[in-house]
């Protein structure tokens, strides 16, 4: 944690309880905790920074995961020179337009549509390489594209029935439906008695 100095405000007590909203930080009177009507209202010197109490005495410190060298944490606010795109390093106040969130960050609409081109170029020649035939799509395990082999979530596919997919990955459409196996279940219900 990178402290980067005591909070000069004499209203600050350290039996507060603090929240973020924001970057903003609210402080509660102990056992008040009211998310729309704190008590105090403090603005960080940055918007990465926020409120810590350290051995009984707030302090402001740095919350940008990358300045901490923190590839564990969440990503709450970064620094200015660290909320950058992941991929090209763009800073978030160049962006033309709305970048698309990820883990711990984001990547600018640029990139994205250059990963996605570039996936679906992948895959478009996957299909025209593709030498199965319908009975290699007949009855699996797994769903998968029956042109480029792109990989399916089947957890909410199971009362497909014909159904009409598009492919995320090459754009074609194909037909999917859930073979149901029949099993048998067999419960004891009553026990013949007697002699
Ligand atoms: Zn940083
Ligand atoms: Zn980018
Ligand atoms: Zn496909």
Redesign the pocket.
């Known amino acids: 944690m990178i402290i980067i100095g005591k909070i000069n405000d004499p209203r600050l007590t350290p039996d507060m309880e603090r929240s973020r909203s924001g970057s903003v930080q609210h402080f509660h009177k102990k056992g008040h905790v009211d998310w729309h009507n704190p008590f105090i209202v403090v603005s960080p010197p940055e918007r990465?920074i926020y409120a810590e109490l350290i051995d009984g005495e707030w302090h402001w410190v740095?919350g940008?995961i990358?300045?901490n060298d923190d590839k564990k944490g969440f990503s709450y606010i970064?620094?200015v020179?660290?909320d950058v795109c992941l991929t090209c390093g763009i800073p978030r106040d160049q962006l033309k337009e709305t970048p698309w969130g990820a883990v711990n960050g984001f990547n600018c609409k640029p990139c994205v549509e250059k990963e996605d081109a570039a996936i679906r170029a992948a895959a478009l020649q996957r299909a025209e390489e593709n030498e199965k035939d319908s009975l290699d799509y007949y009855r699996n395990d797994k769903i998968t594209c029956p042109y480029c082999d792109a990989e399916f979530d089947e957890s909410e596919r199971y009362d497909a029935d014909g159904e009409q997919i598009e492919c995320h990955e090459c754009g074609n459409t194909f037909a999917l439906t859930a073979n149901h196996e029949v099993t048998w279940t067999m419960t004891k219900i009553k026990e013949k008695t007697g002699e």
């Open positions: 990465h740095n940008c990358d300045c970064k620094c020179k660290h």
